[in-house]
Nanobody
Framework: QVQLVESGGGLVQPGGSLRLSCAAS????????MGWYRQAPGKQRELVAG???????NYADSVKGRFTISRDNRKNTVYLQMNSLKPEDTAVYYC??????WGQGTQVTVSS
């Protein structure tokens, strides 16, 4: 059974940084397409960043240049480094595998 466990969320001031982690068990992340999604109150869940088996990455326009997705194959963990955070980045962030396996989510709040 595949499980994805996110961590690293929290409260941060505008302009600050956070790093989210997604630890996978029951699967090898480098053999799968991994992604980070987010859902703000009253909005649809949206793709933030993805990384495929070859290591190629893609980003939502709203986070390009500020967020970086990466993976550590040794730790079987995917990361989302978030810099220059804005209040509009406030959301629950979810790790995803292959479009249909979800983690439980971690709250990110950007506020002064």
């Amino acid at each position: 059974q595949v499980q994805l466990v996110e961590s690293g969320g929290g409260l941060v001031q505008p302009g600050g940084s956070l790093r989210l982690s997604c630890a996978a068990s029951g699967s090898i992340i480098s053999n799968n397409v991994m992604g980070w999604y987010r859902q703000a109150p009253g909005k649809q869940r949206e793709l933030v960043a993805g990384i495929n088996r070859a290591g190629s990455t893609n980003y939502a326009d709203s986070v390009k240049g500020r967020f970086t997705i990466s993976r550590d194959n040794r730790k079987n963990t995917v990361y989302l480094q978030m810099n220059s955070l804005k209040p509009e980045d406030t959301a629950v962030y979810y790790c995803n595998q292959n479009g249909f396996i979800w983690g439980q989510g971690t709250q990110v709040t950007v506020s002064s």
